[in-house]
């Protein structure tokens, strides 16, 4: 690699490094998950483990084919709780925080995983 090429690469490297880091397997939905990094909900909850959350993959499998899914997602992120994966409680999500709209997309982006 030239010295020239080198540069050229450390600049874009320290550039992606200003953005929030939407993982590669997710570059297809970054607008989803650039809102649950702003939003916060990386603070407990990564991708591929159970860190104080569970894992959203994990929430997507014990819901597929779970017709009630989505309503009892969208009422627990706005009203929060625990029991459903461990005696932690998830903090509620109001309006003022996260709107509906954004909420049913977060929604929509677990189930997908
Ligand atoms: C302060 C830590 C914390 C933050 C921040 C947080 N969560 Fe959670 N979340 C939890 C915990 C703890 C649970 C497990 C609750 C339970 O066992 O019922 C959970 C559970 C969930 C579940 C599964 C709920 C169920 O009933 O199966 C979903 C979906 C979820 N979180 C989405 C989100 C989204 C979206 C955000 C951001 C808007 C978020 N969480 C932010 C801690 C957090």
């Given amino acids: 690699m030239s010295t020239r090429?080198?540069?050229?690469?450390s600049l874009l490297i320290a550039l992606s490094g200003?953005?929030?880091k939407v993982?590669?397997?997710y570059a297809a939905k970054a607008t989803e998950w650039q809102l649950a990094d702003r939003?916060?909900?990386f603070m407990c909850h990564q991708t591929g483990k159970n860190l104080l959350?569970?894992?959203w993959e994990n929430v997507a499998e014990r819901y597929?084919?779970?017709p009630d899914a989505e309503a009892h997602l969208m009422n627990k992120i706005a009203n929060g709780g625990?029991?459903?994966?461990?005696?932690?409680e998830m903090p509620g999500y109001p309006e003022?925080?996260?709107t509906e709209v954004n909420r049913k997309v977060l929604v929509d982006f677990i189930l997908s995983m």
Avoid: D, V
Avoid at 5 to 9: M, S
Avoid at 82 to 88: D, H, M, P, Y
């Fill in 53 to 55: 959350g569970p894992s």
């Fill in 64 to 66: 597929r084919n779970n």
């Fill in 39 to 41: 939003t916060g909900c």
């Fill in 18 to 20: 200003c953005q929030p």
């Fill in 82 to 88: 625990s029991g459903a994966w461990i005696n932690r």
């Fill in 23 to 25: 993982p590669k397997e």
């Fill in 5 to 9: 090429n080198i540069l050229l690469a």
């Fill in 96 to 98: 003022s925080l996260l």
